[in-house]
Each structure stands twice: as C-alpha cells, then as structure tokens.
C-alpha cells in the first residue's frame, strides 16, 4: 500500500507578491494591501510585518508608517490576484495526482506514490518563481495538518533564520524526518501555529499547559475528545500522523471560502458548468452565513485537465466584484454565474471549476448601509430574511432542498454605490486598456 502523502503550496504574502512582479521598486520595502474601501491590512509584507503591523489592522492606524517608515499602502487588485493565482494553480497542479484548491494562495496536492517529493516540490516552486515570479513555500507530510505545520515551519525558516534549521526552508517535508528530528521541531512551535486551533481554543489549551505542538500531540486523544472536541481530537490524530482529513473536506478558512471540484467526468457545455457553479456559489455562501460575514468579490474559475496534454488546454478564472459586502446568495450566485458567462469557452473538456469568496469581513461591519437610501436598507433586510431561511430550510431538509434558479442575479438600479479604492494598482493581466506600459 502506498503511504499517505500530502502538500500544501502557499504563496508568500501573496497579494504583496502579486503587486511586486509589476512593480519592482516595492521590493525591500514596506508594503501593506487595504481592503475594500481602503478599510484594513490584509496582507503585509515581511518588512511590515517587521514594523508591527498586525493582519487586519485598520488604516487610519498605521497611516502615520507612510511618512515614518516609508509604508507603501495599494488597494485590492482581486481581479489580479484571481489571474495569477490561477496561474500557479496550473502549474502547482501538475505535482500531484489530485489537487485541492484550498484559498486563492493556497493548495493541498495529493503526493502519495510519488518518488522524490522533496525535490519534485523544489522543482515546481522554482518553476513558479522563474515563470510567474511569486515565491511559495511548500509543506510536506503524511497528513494535511502536518502538511500545514511544515508549510509554517517552511516559512518561517526563509522568514526568520534562526527559527528553524536553514536546509527547511522554502521546501519541508517531515516525512524524511526522524521522530527526533520532528519533536524538536514540534516542541519549537507554539500550539496556536496548529490549522484548526483557533485563538479561543489556543488560549485553552495555554491555560492548560499546553503550550507546543509536542504537548498537543502527547495528550491521549480520548481525553481531548472528552474535554474539547472531536474536532481537537481529530487534529490530535493528524498530528500524529493518522489521514483523518481527506482532500475536498477540509474545514473553511476565515479569511476566504473556496468551494471547488474534480468533476468525475469531463464537463463540456455551458449549462452543465452553469449547474455546478451554482451549487458550488450556494454552498459558498452557506459557508460564508456560518462564520457571520460578508464578502465583496467573488471569484470563479474553470480549467481542464493538467494530465491530459494531448488535449486541448484551457484555464481561466474571473473576479467579480459586489457593489456593496454581502451574504447574500442570490447575489453570490449571480455574481458567479456573470463570472462564467465571460470566461467559457466552447470545445474544451472542462475536469475543475471553483468559487471562492474573497475579501471577507465581519457582518456587523456593514456600516457602509448608512449612505443608502431607506429603501436599500429595507431590501438588505428582506434579503438577510430570505437568506436566513433559505439555510434553515437546507440544514434542516439537507443540502440542496430549497437551490436557487440559475439565473437570478439581483442587481437593483437604485445601488449608485462603489467602491472606494483610491490606490488599486492597474489590472495588468486581465484588462487591456490597463497593460503594463514601458517607457522607451
Ligand atoms: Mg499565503
């Protein structure tokens, strides 16, 4: 039998990343991307990690930086980010059998049977790095959560030397780890570092001395379920090495949901790719209710098989911005369904397509409704009704009980409202008034 095997690639502060290929001065510099409406940090580079600036913290906060420290701040450029992370998907998917597109930076492969993954990993990072000039890091291991932690101790060990052994940098794989070798790492790394740890839970297990991932891993499981969760208890296995978490049934990540598919067979028509991402936007957005937040793009992508070369290839993928943040599925679906009207192309077999949901913020942050009229606000409740028993219906009947008609895209005319994004980057690689230009 062959041993499990697993990869996550994730891209360094990817959404700095992509706005450093087309501009190389924001190299060695400070460099902060806002969120919608310019609102918040949500993604740092390592020099602005440097100067303290936390995930999510708010503009008006760290503004001061742009004098004193020479804080470069860009507004989202989704629609350039979606592009190039379709790009190293592509490209990251040809290193394992099956591929599990986990957020726009990040992707669990599938590597089992697959000899040298080590140097195999290598290979497609440097790849990425030389054809799309982002850098990744690469996690391997026989579970996704270790999968996980190596990526962090991958990054950490490029990021900060000293953190972890130099030879562990940009590609880990605990696999070739003796058990030594691991518990030193694992005893190195603070608990809360563990995927499915909240800090709720991280707190928690710090009050009960459980400090490091070697301490998670030497409580008997049987006693975390009993006074945590079958969840924790389910990481616990992880951590130790036993696959509990399949690919396609990981546990959604807070900053963005993807909901993405292998289809058995191959997918050729519009109608049968127009059903699937309606069902995978639905499922998106039922996510999205489940943690309480709005998102405000949504991106969708279809692509064909990476091992089939003789056939023709195609992989597109489209960002769709909301007029407004919402949870709305009507307006997700919709948004999704407008996506894939403008990437499909006719005569390919289609093996992949997705919706994740990008941007994503707290439900109680939608302080923008108080510039619109009474009668947005009115219809935002309604929706929010609509929604909420849209899900009961679905929870309580099963999935897919109560699913939306494929056409309903709901955009009222009364909505003049749009997005603040006074320092976005142009969209180099999907928009062709907004080239790159060269100066002779
Ligand atoms: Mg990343």
């Known amino acids: 039998m062959t041993l499990p095997l697993y990869a996550l690639l994730d891209g ?3 959404y700095v990343s992509c ?5 190389p001065r924001l190299h060695g510099r400070p460099v902060v991307v806002l969120s919608n409406n310019d609102g918040c940090a949500i993604a740092r580079s390592d020099e602005a990690k440097a100067l303290g600036i936390k995930m999510g913290a708010p503009w008006f906060q760290i503004r001061h930086l742009e004098r004193e420290a020479g804080l470069v701040a860009l507004s989202a450029n989704f629609a350039l980010y979606g592009d190039i992370s379709d790009r190293i998907m592509s490209l990251a998917a040809r290193l394992g059998d099956r591929q599990e597109v986990y957020s726009i930076d990040e992707c669990f492969l599938d590597l089992a049977g697959l000899p040298d993954a080590t140097a195999q990993a290598r290979a497609t990072r440097e790849q990425i790095l030389r054809w799309i000039d982002v850098p990744t890091c690469v996690g391997i291991a026989p579970t996704k959560t270790l999968a996980k932690l190596a990526n962090h101790i991958a990054k950490s060990a490029e990021r900060k030397p000293g953190s972890y052994p130099a030879r562990l940098a940009q590609v880990c794989n605990l696999a070739e780890l003796s058990e030594r070798q691991r518990d030193w790492l694992y005893q190195r790394t603070p608990v809360g570092e563990v995927w499915g740890v909240g800090p709720r839970i991280g ?49 959604a990540p807070k900053q963005q949901i993807a909901v993405t598919r292998s289809f058995g067979q191959r997918v050729t028509g519009l109608a049968e790719l127009k059903e699937a991402v309606t069902d995978f936007a639905s499922r998106a957005a039922h996510k999205l209710h489940g943690q309480d937040s709005h998102t ?4 969708v992508f279809i692509r064909t098989s990476p091992f089939k070369p003789q056939a023709p290839q195609y992989s597109r993928s489209i960002i769709v911005p909301l007029r407004l943040p919402s949870s709305d599925t009507l307006q997700i679906v919709g948004a999704a369904l407008a996506g894939l009207d403008r990437i499909y192309r006719a005569g390919f077999d289609y093996a992949k397509a997705g919706v994740m949901l990008l941007d994503l913020q707290p439900a109680t942050q939608g302080q923008q409704e108080l510039e619109l009229g009474d009668d947005a606000v009115l219809h935002e409740r309604r929706q929010a009704r609509l929604m ?13 009980t109560l699913t939306l008609g494929s056409a309903g895209l709901c955009q009222e005319p009364g909505r003049r409202w749009t997005m603040r994004q006074e320092r976005r980057t142009p969209r180099y690689t999907t928009c062709w008034d907004e080239l790159l230009t060269v100066s002779a």
């Open 19 to 23: 706005e450093r290929i087309f501009d």
């Open 388 to 400: 909420r028993a849209l899900d009961a219906v679905n929870d309580r009947f099963g999935r897919g």
């Open 12 to 14: 360094n502060n990817f």
């Open 296 to 299: 405000s793009a949504v991106l």
């Open 203 to 251: 707190r928690q297990l710090n009050e009960a001395g459980i400090a490091t991932v070697l301490d998670l891993i030497r409580l008997d499981p049987a006693t975390v379920k009993a006074r945590w969760s079958v969840v924790l208890e389910r990481t616990v296995r992880e951590l130790r090495g036993t696959p509990c978490i399949g690919l396609d049934d990981a546990p």
